[in-house]
């Protein structure tokens, strides 16, 4: 039905940038929110950012001034664009996004895989 497929994760040292993308396919009716969030090992999911629909944007206090949440609503795809890394961003980032599909107006939450950012010190 829908799927979520994240890239752009890898290796960098402590202060690189790194751009993640997440590109939604499928059935879909429309999208509202979309989102990033990242899980370090031994810790418990936390949120990265959001962008709406509209492109009200939210980010964890952690990652504020350093990391861009955007959204390209033709392509379905939300990017993250994270500047200024350090060794505790180091982490599973998850693409989430809330669809709507053709064949039910009711919005879900999807998640996709994860891609691994490791940075450095």
């Known amino acids: 039905q829908v799927q979520l497929v994240e890239s752009g994760g890898g290796l960098v040292q402590a202060g690189g940038s790194l751009r993640l993308s997440c590109a939604a396919s499928?059935?879909?009716?429309?999208?509202?929110?979309m989102g990033w969030y990242r899980q370090a090992p031994g810790k418990q999911r936390e949120l990265v950012a959001i962008?709406?629909?509209?492109?009200?944007?939210n980010y964890g206090d952690s990652v504020k001034g350093r990391f861009t949440i955007s959204r390209d609503n033709a392509k379905n795809t939300v990017y993250l664009r994270m500047n200024s890394l350090k060794p505790e961003d180091t982490a599973v980032y998850y693409c989430?996004?809330?669809?709507?599909?053709?064949?039910?107006?009711?919005?879900?939450?999807?998640w996709g895989q994860g891609t691994q950012v490791t940075v450095s010190s």
């Open positions: 989430n996004a809330d669809i709507v599909t053709t064949t039910a107006r009711v919005i879900y939450s999807y």
């Open positions: 499928g059935s879909i009716f429309s999208i509202n929110a």
């Open positions: 962008i709406t629909s509209g492109g009200s944007t």
